[in-house]
């Protein structure tokens, strides 16, 4: 799984830990999230979505929506 | 942060203890001692370590648990699970082939699992967790 949580932090000029601290988790998440190393829960991912202002599939997406994009 | 404070208590207590023990004059320096304060010297460094990793989230005000912390600790746990298994198949094989006490080879077989955790863990957090 892909996600825009990078581009879309940089777009809203949000450090990690601004991010982490709004969403409740801990910074390492969001270094774990934007490496790709972790696929969060569909809690995390509606809160992160919620915060940039996007529905869920534009802020993460699967292998196959990237090739196809 | 309760926890994280328990943490650092307990750690602390179980050294005092270990050090009485070697201090008192009972610690004899044979293979078995060894390995008992290995495996205990082991578990405090490794909740140590967490607890520290706490106390900073804590400062950061970051929750000291989130998700990815406990799924952590959940794959990790079950990856030592398997290859202790066979670590302890292994103890059985050579419990025959070598001189070594019975407590002696569960020192080990415990201190092995206290390794084999912490490896788990710390490959888990390298490679990251997924669900695919």
Redesign the interface.
């Known amino acids: ?1 892909h996600n825009r949580i990078r581009e879309l932090r940089a777009k809203q000029d949000l450090s990690q ?1 601004e991010l ?2 709004r969403v ?6 969001i270094v ?1 999230l934007e ?7 569909l809690r ?1 991912a509606h809160d992160i979505a919620k915060l940039f202002g996007l529905p869920i599939e534009e802020v993460f997406l699967f292998d196959d929506e990237v090739l196809e994009a | 942060m309760k926890r994280t404070i328990i943490t650092f208590v307990v750690s602390a207590l179980v050294l005092a203890t270990l050090a009485l023990w070697v201090l008192k004059g009972h610690f004899s320096g044979n293979t078995q001692e060894i390995l008992q304060a290995a495996v205990v010297i082991v578990l405090v460094g490794f909740a140590v370590f967490l607890g520290v990793s706490r106390l900073r ?1 804590h400062l ?4 000291s648990e ?4 406990r ?1 952590v600790m959940t794959r990790a746990s079950s990856l030592a699970y398997y290859i202790s298994i066979y670590l302890w198949l292994f103890i059985m094989y050579i419990s025959d082939k070598t001189s070594l006490a019975t407590h002696s080879l569960v020192g080990a077989g415990i201190l092995g699992m206290a390794v084999i955790f912490f490896v788990c863990w710390l490959g888990v957090k390298a ?6």
């Open positions: 799984m830990l982490a601290q409740g988790v801990r910074r390492e998440t774990f490496k790709g190393k972790y696929n969060p829960s995390l | 989230s950061r005000r970051e929750p989130d998700e990815l912390s799924k490679f990251g967790t997924k669900n695919a």
